[in-house]
């Protein structure tokens, strides 16, 4: 019985491992058949990618030609003979054409002063003047002096009328004669010295009021009444306003704008509808202050002196003024190198309307030849013809014979 049972557990053994053997085999076949399998599909699939590797770049190619024939969406500013001006905006402030310090000639006491400033004078009008006392007592003290002269001069004319009796009846010798015909001429110097102090005195007295020197406007008031000046003293200034200068700063950048004899126009606050009209009349030739800007002077007739001086001005220069002209945005230009400048242009014989009332075209690069530029606009001489379109904005790269659809003409006014 028991041999019975270690035979039955040895067959179990042996079945076990014929199983578990078995198994193993089957496993190892299958995965195999499976990567086998994948191999073969993997080489399918490669292969059919590069069936269609060709045809993908065919296809490609096609897309790009059926881009090329459809057209590119523009806008567009339509070319028309105008009149156009550049304008350079300046600020300044306005002075008198002359500055006249007024003074005194001489020492004295300021007795009046007959301005407030900012008033307006003409020619000839007492502006100040000094106590006249000093002087007066000079012109008397001279005048009396002179009328001495004069009694003197009188005395020794009769004295000599008689000694050239005498002389002639040879009751004197001649040299007694002389001696008294000197004396004369002594006297006759005396009298035309003392004349000459009395003239130095009225003069004198002249100088102690203080006239303008021309129409104008006066200026700050320096000095008061009462108070002692000498001839280094200011009393004021008159400003002559017949005509005015403004000058403005011009920053480095436009230098190269302003010319002599250019027009300007001249705003003030105080005018507000008042066009003041003038041109420049200098330009200084250096750059001054920290602003790096250049001073010019616009010289702006005031008959009605309307302009004061220190009144802040608004002033527009004008730079060039065309008439007729073909100006284009400059952002149209196209760069292409050795000074060539070319606008991509669509002819105005080219347009055509579509269906949907669209206008179509074919775009040309032309090359142009520019006149006046600025940084907005510029001025064509030669290479655009009027009624053209140049594009500003495109959907796409611009090529010669390029189609496209036209979605905006603007039309400017300078």
């Known amino acids: 019985m028991k041999s019975k049972i270690i035979h039955l557990l040895i067959a179990a053994f042996i079945i076990f491992w014929i199983v578990f053997i078995g198994w193993g085999m089957f496993k190892t076949a299958f995965k195999l058949t499976r990567e086998k399998t994948a191999a073969t599909d993997l080489a399918s699939k490669k292969e059919i990618v590069d069936k269609q590797t060709k045809p993908k770049e065919i296809l490609t190619e096609l897309a790009n ?9 523009v806008r567009t500013f339509r070319v028309k003979p105008t009149d156009f001006k550049d304008v350079l905006p300046v600020m300044g402030t306005a002075k008198g054409k002359t500055e006249v310090e007024l003074k005194f000639e001489i020492n004295g006491v300021i007795k009046t002063i007959n301005f407030r400033e900012g008033q307006k004078i003409k020619k000839g009008d007492l ?35 008689v000694h050239r009796k005498l002389y002639e009846v040879g009751a004197i010798i001649k040299s007694k004669l002389e001696e ?9 110097f005396q009298v035309e010295t003392v004349r000459s102090e009395t003239e130095l005195a009225e003069n004198e007295l002249n100088k102690t009021s203080l006239y303008a020197t021309k129409d104008g406007v006066m200026g700050p008031r320096e000095a008061e009444e009462g108070e002692f000046v000498t001839p280094q003293d200011k009393v004021g200034s008159l400003l002559e306003i017949s005509e005015v200068f403004v000058e403005v700063g011009v920053v480095e950048r436009d230098i190269d704008k302003i010319k002599l004899g250019q027009k300007a126009k001249v705003y003030v606050d105080a005018y507000p509808n008042v066009t003041f009209e003038g041109k420049v009349e200098y330009i200084f030739p250096v750059i001054e202050g920290k602003s790096r800007t250049l001073t010019a002077k616009i010289k702006v007739p005031n008959p009605e002196s309307l302009l004061l001086p220190g009144m802040f001005c608004r002033a527009e220069i004008s730079i060039i003024e065309l008439e007729g002209a073909l100006i284009i945005p400059a952002t149209c230009l196209v760069s292409s190198g050795a000074g060539i400048t070319l606008v991509p242009v669509i002819p105005a014989q080219t347009l055509k309307t579509e269906e949907d009332g669209t206008q179509t075209g074919v775009v040309q690069l032309y090359r142009v030849s520019l006149g006046y530029v600025t940084s907005d606009y510029a001025q064509v001489t030669e290479g655009v013809n009027a009624e053209d379109l140049v594009v500003i904005e495109a959907q796409g790269d611009l090529k010669d014979n390029a189609k496209v659809k036209i979605i905006g003409i603007e039309e400017g006014s300078f």
């Open 65 to 73: 030609l059926q881009a090329e024939s459809r057209p590119i969406l």
């Open 127 to 161: 502006v100040a003047s000094l106590e006249p006392r000093d002087a007066e007592l000079r012109i008397a003290y001279a005048k009396n002096k002179f009328n001495s002269a004069q009694a003197a001069y009188n005395s020794v004319l009769k004295k000599l009328e």
């Open 180 to 188: 008294v015909e000197l004396e004369s001429e002594s006297a006759k």
